[in-house]
């Protein structure tokens, strides 16, 4: 069965660029990203990786980790990771597994036959500090990740586990958030003192709890 949100997401013990990795022991307690690419030295593929080690000081400012993988060894992935450098402009900064034997990928579901019954397709897993399934995306081969779109859910998944509210379409961080419907009218007042305005009674917008001092954080059991 696919792994869903929720879910706990496997370890494993896998050879990578780093080294021999425990995935839960190597996560801690931080966010992680975990992806795969179907193959070395492949177009797509080279620009993503450059791009995602492009975007670590954002994943640092959030405590988040990113990691690959694809089914070559670690000395091809070495060797990619020059024309990644070549090529995009950053060096190689996170882990990539050396999955041959396609044990992760199968615990992951990263192998789908009717599109490649040999490599992974271009699956994503955003994994909390619980080591929970946050969120998963499968992109076919041809078409490459939109990693800024992947952090900007991560930044939703990180506000919406401290105050009691969702990200509308297409939110971005500071702009105004939904306070969920489970919240009384008189207990939003004490957790939102920016005050909201109501679109519909299930509808209420409220600024973005984090972007003023005045923000009273309450989660969302209290």
Request: with cysteine.
């Amino acid at each position: 069965m696919a792994l869903q949100l929720g879910d706990l997401a496997p370890d494993f013990t896998a050879l990578s660029t780093a080294g021999e990795i425990s995935f839960h022991q190597w996560a801690g307690n931080n966010w992680v990203i975990l992806f795969s690419h179907p193959q070395d030295f492949t177009p797509v593929c080279t620009t993503e990786l450059g791009y995602v080690a492009r975007l670590k000081p954002e994943f640092d400012k959030r405590g988040v980790k990113a990691i690959g993988l694809s089914v070559d060894a670690v000395d091809s992935h070495r060797k990619w990771a020059d024309d990644i450098r070549e090529t995009q402009g950053y060096e190689l900064n996170f882990p990539l597994i050396a999955d041959s034997d396609r044990k992760v990928a199968g615990l992951y579901g990263m192998i789908h036959p009717q599109h490649d019954e040999l490599h992974t397709v271009r699956t994503v897993f955003v994994i909390d500090p619980r080591k929970k399934v946050r969120l998963t995306i499968t992109y076919p081969q041809t078409a490459g990740r939109n990693f800024d779109e992947i952090l900007r859910v991560i930044d939703s998944l990180q506000l919406t586990d401290s105050y009691s509210v969702s990200t509308p379409v297409n939110w971005e961080v500071g702009q105004d958030v939904i306070i969920v419907p489970s919240v009384s009218d008189s207990d939003a007042e004490r957790r939102f003192p920016l005050g909201w305005r109501a679109a519909k009674s299930y509808l209420r917008l409220t600024p973005d709890p984090r972007s003023s001092p005045r923000e009273i954080n309450i989660d969302a059991t209290g």
